[in-house]
Every structure is written in C-alpha cells, then in structure tokens.
C-alpha cells in the first residue's frame, strides 16, 4: 500500500455538526476542545428539512471534546468523539430528553 501524499498527511479530520431537530428560536453555542464554533441566536428548525443548520469544524486526530449550550433553557449536553477520519453528528432537542445526537461516517440526508 503507498504511503500517504504531504497533502493527506496535513489533512486533519472534519468533524460536520448538523443542528437537526427541535430547535425553536433558541441561542445555540457549540464549543469544540473548549473553543466556541458556534454561537447563533434564533436557531429555528426547518421543519421541511429536519435541519436548523449545520457546519464544519476541523479537528486533530484523537479525542474531540464536543459541547452544546442552550443557555436560555438551560440545556447542554456534551460529547466525548473518537475522530480520526469525517465524522458526522447531528445534535437535537427534546422537552423530554434534552439534547440528543447521532452520529455517522456518512453524510445526514436532508431533503
């Protein structure tokens, strides 16, 4: 097997943040390894599409510490990831549950 291209080599994984449902008017922070990626007030839900927004962050190999805050409900929930190649996560918001997430290696698909 050849070894990787320099351009490989630099490449750090990206980790792509999809806010998906139940998010309603809400101010959103999302902070990776402690830095804010994210911080949005009205992030609204679009209900045809089952996503508010989505984004990429670059991350280094290893261990990603993922958080997201509602701070004006009170919400927050965080995430400890194993990256080491595109990691998809798609982040929602339960009146029962808090903030969820799912995550997969192959892009959420939105209509």
Excluded at 57 to 65: A, C, F, K, Y
Excluded at 73 to 89: D, T
Excluded at 91 to 109: A, I, K, W
């Amino acid at each position: 097997m050849p070894g990787l291209t320099a351009l490989e080599e630099a490449r750090t994984p990206e980790l792509h943040i999809a806010l998906q449902d139940g998010f309603d008017h809400d101010t959103v922070v999302v902070r990776v390894n402690g830095q804010d990626v994210f911080n949005t007030p009205d992030v609204t839900t679009r209900l045809q599409l089952g996503v508010a927004r989505a984004f990429v962050v670059d991350v280094p190999e290893g261990l990603t510490d993922l958080q997201i805050v509602l701070p004006l409900k009170n919400v927050s929930e965080s995430l400890r990831l194993q990256v080491s190649k595109p990691l998809h996560v798609g982040l929602s918001v339960s009146r029962d549950s808090g903030v969820t997430h799912r995550l997969s290696s192959e892009p959420f698909g939105y209509l």
